[in-house]
């Protein structure tokens, strides 16, 4: 199994999605079968499900109306 580890790992805390929500990262994890590093967060609203996100998905950017902007920016605690 190869992992894939990267020095450019999310700091615990919130973030916000680019969509508006926010979220609370808890830490990585690792797939057991293909050693890919994974964010664990959940959401900072309604039942705060829990989700996991490719490390590079997390970490990548999204193209919104033709701008390139981050999925998940590091955020204050909402209030």
């Given at each position: 199994m190869e992992s894939h580890f990267t020095a450019e790992l999310p700091?615990?805390?919130i973030y916000r999605h680019y969509k508006g929500k926010f979220y609370e990262v808890l830490g990585t994890a690792v797939h057991s079968e293909s050693g890919e590093q994974l964010v664990v967060y959940r959401a900072c609203y309604g039942k705060r499900g829990l989700w996991v996100r490719p490390l590079?998905?997390?970490l990548g950017s999204v193209e919104v109306d033709g701008r390139s902007q981050p999925?998940?920016?590091p955020e204050e605690k909402p209030e």
């Open positions: 700091e615990p805390g590079s998905m997390f999925r998940f920016v």
